[in-house]
């Protein structure tokens, strides 16, 4: 009687399915003008390429409100992500660091604005720790939709304190 229960105790044993991390983007750029391709990469601690996924069709998909651009899959544990927004010449528009948490099924969102376009992080005398770019300062690469406490302060707290343009509306979003 012993034996049936030592299979079924390695059976359970056996390992855990791995998580799903669905990648979104969240961006004012426009697609097809601004970007023409989307690569999510994956990194081990070491810095090690573990994964890369492309995307060429972006379509007209509305990436201000958001669009998912990646399901990747793996173990639970720090993922270091960096989101790619390339041109048609294949040229590098903004790369996005993402630090995320992953603790079973996980929502990973990546906010990248046109101020980020030119800047370097960590910026000279800035936080070494602070390697992505949200609205032109350096913040946490932890610094998702999912975690707003890792973003810092907000840039604005209406339409109004955007400014303003020519050619189309200005909008405060989370």
């Given at each position: ?69 990646a399901t990747l899959q793996g173990a639970d544990g ?57 609205a032109g300062e350096c913040v946490s690469p932890r ?19 955007c400014g303003s343009v020519e050619c189309g509306d ?5």
């Amino acid at each position: 009687m012993k034996y049936p229960l030592t299979v079924l105790l390695l059976l359970c044993a056996c390992g855990q399915d791995p998580s799903t991390v669905y990648v979104e983007l969240r961006t004012d750029l426009v697609a097809g003008i601004e970007f023409d391709r989307i690569e999510v990469l994956r990194f081990s601690e070491d810095g090690t390429e573990l994964l890369r996924q492309e995307t060429r069709r972006i379509g007209d998909r509305d990436f201000l409100q958001g669009s998912q651009i990646a399901t990747l899959q793996g173990a639970d544990g720090d993922w270091l992500l960096e989101v790619r927004l390339r041109d048609a010449m294949d040229g590098l528009v903004v790369t996005q660091p993402v630090l995320v948490t992953v603790r079973g099924d996980t929502l990973a969102t990546a906010l990248i604005s046109r101020e980020c376009r030119d800047v370097a992080c960590p910026a000279a005398l800035g936080n070494p720790s602070h390697t992505a770019c949200l609205a032109g300062e350096c913040v946490s690469p932890r610094c998702t939709l999912e975690s707003p406490e890792e973003c810092g302060s907000p840039q604005c707290d209406s339409d109004e304190s955007c400014g303003s343009v020519e050619c189309g509306d200005v909008q405060c979003l989370d």
